[in-house]
């Protein structure tokens, strides 16, 4: 953890410093800039809902990484490298240690319906190239409501920021794509069946409804509950026209999937001098952002 490099796990001291030192790219500054500021501000004179993320923000125990592109090949697998790393040391670090990824900006605007896509092309490579099996007791279909996404042997609940809220200020990311991974252990004691948890889901809803300033989404729900479903809640709808009717991920018990997730050090990302080069249309210095190329599993 925190070694030199771009694509690296990160404490948050870390980062801000890299950020304060130029030591990122300008986009990746912006990021650390907008979720700083998101977090610990106000807006409506309520604080940002997830009280468990603004003391995550305000104690320094999250942690952080930036990848270069939501598309290159490269960029995903360096993604997935650190992902792999995240899990290793997450529950020693803290209790709060949710994994904050900054995506690089695309280099047009994109919908709402493209950052969908976007979304959940960076969980099927991972789930592709997963060096783990599916957990034997998260079901594969996603239209049930125990299912959620699941890397390296472990169930998660990626939530997202993106630039096309206009309403939902709470989930408005000026930048890019924003992913904060959220392995269901950090939320033991909190389900939507315990006292807790209710306690707990009461509180952000209403501080949803007064910082937002419409009615919580209607997607939003509890793992577990009967009619209630995990995927919806990773990116919410602005727009319900532009929003999958379907779950876009294919997830299955196949193991390995892929040459790459039979090895966990991934794939060789080495240039001639040493540095990491690009594939799939990413920036070898990190500094364009999400390139023009296909999307590539």
């Known amino acids: 953890m925190n070694e030199p490099g771009l694509q690296v796990l990160m404490d948050q001291e870390t980062i801000r410093r890299r950020a304060a030192d130029g030591d990122l790219p300008d986009w990746a500054v912006a990021h650390v800039e907008s979720f700083t500021a998101g977090l610990l501000g106000e807006r409506n004179g309520t604080p940002f809902p997830c009280h468990f993320g603004v003391h995550a923000v305000s104690e320094g125990l999250a942690l952080y990484t930036v990848c270069p592109s939501t598309t290159g090949r490269d960029a995903l697998v360096g993604l997935r490298d650190v992902l792999m790393e995240y899990l290793d040391v997450y529950e020693d670090y803290s209790d709060y240690a949710s994994l904050v990824t900054f995506f690089g900006p695309p280099d047009r605007e994109l919908t709402e319906r493209e950052y969908h896509e976007r979304l959940w092309h960076v969980l099927q490579f991972l789930h592709v190239h997963d060096p783990e099996p599916w957990p034997a007791d998260i079901p594969t279909d996603p239209d049930t409501p125990r299912w959620e996404f699941c890397f390296g042997g472990e169930p998660m ?112 990302r080495d240039g001639p001098d040493g540095e990491r080069g690009p594939i799939g249309g990413d920036s070898s210095d990190g500094k364009r952002g999400d390139g023009p190329g296909p999307l590539q599993l």
């Open 157 to 268: 609940f990626p939530t997202c920021r993106a630039p096309f809220y206009e309403e939902r200020k709470s989930r408005y990311c000026p930048v890019g794509l924003e992913i904060t991974f959220q392995p269901r252990t950090l939320f033991e004691g909190l389900e939507a069946d315990t006292a807790a948890g209710q306690r707990a889901r009461e509180k952000i809803h209403d501080r949803l409804e007064s910082y937002d300033g419409v009615c919580p989404h209607a997607d939003l729900g509890g793992w577990g509950i009967e009619g209630d479903r995990e995927w919806p809640q990773y990116m919410l709808s602005e727009d319900p026209e532009q929003a999958p009717d379907e779950c876009p991920i294919t997830t299955t018990r196949e193991h390995p999937k892929s040459p790459l997730a039979a090895d966990h050090r991934g794939i060789a």
